[in-house]
């Protein structure tokens, strides 16, 4: 008897896993996740910059009183025209530089005239860099607002933008400008902004 079982066993098929499709199931799953995962990619700062001279042009002079210098030194300090200041108090800064009108002799003569210079260090910190540009362009989006909310130019003169209506804030006629249509605001109120080289200290 015991050697009808001992024979059964020896004849007996040993148990296994199927693997074969293993394989394509691995591969099913890898482009599952590549086509579902999502990639952040860094785009980073969209600005528009102007075209570059040629090499007998000479930079157009700009007076001292039209330019606004702010300096991010290499331990992320800021200074405004020399002066140590916050990044929070940049956005008055720029605003009351640039709305001057030529009422005070160390601002800027117009809207038009003003420049605001931004300079770094290489070792300036990235993300104090990115906070002055910010309230820089912030500034500059407050005046934009104004301008949508009430359909007119700031200053003395002031005089209407053109715009078809009002609205109730810059980002508001942005989105309802067509593809091609031109942004009345940005022509009439242009923002005048210089990113000078940073400093590699060679």
Do not use: C
């Amino acid at each position: 008897m015991a050697g009808l079982l001992d024979k059964r066993r020896q004849n007996r098929e040993e148990a296994s896993i199927p693997t074969a499709g293993m394989a394509d199931i691995a591969f099913l799953l890898l482009i599952f996740f590549l086509v579902t995962t999502t990639i952040n990619v860094d785009t980073g700062i969209g600005m528009t910059l102007p075209p570059k001279l040629k090499p007998e042009q000479t930079p157009p002079p700009v007076k001292e009183r039209n330019l606004l210098k702010i300096l991010v030194n290499a331990q992320g300090d800021v200074l405004v025209e020399e002066e140590r200041a916050r990044v929070g108090e940049i956005r008055d800064r720029v605003k009351k530089h640039v709305l001057n009108f030529g009422q005070d002799s160390d601002l800027a003569d117009s809207p038009d005239d003003a420049v605001i210079s931004i300079k770094t260090d290489a070792q300036t910190p990235y993300s104090t860099y990115i906070e002055v540009l910010d309230e820089v362009w912030m500034s500059y989006r407050e005046i934009w607002d104004r301008i949508a909310q009430t359909n007119r130019l700031p200053g003395p003169e002031g005089g209407t933008a053109g715009l078809d209506q009002q609205y109730s804030s810059y980002r508001e006629y942005y989105t309802s400008l067509e593809p091609e249509e031109d942004n009345k605001i940005r022509d009439a109120f242009g923002a005048q902004i210089s990113i000078a080289e940073p400093d590699t200290g060679e």
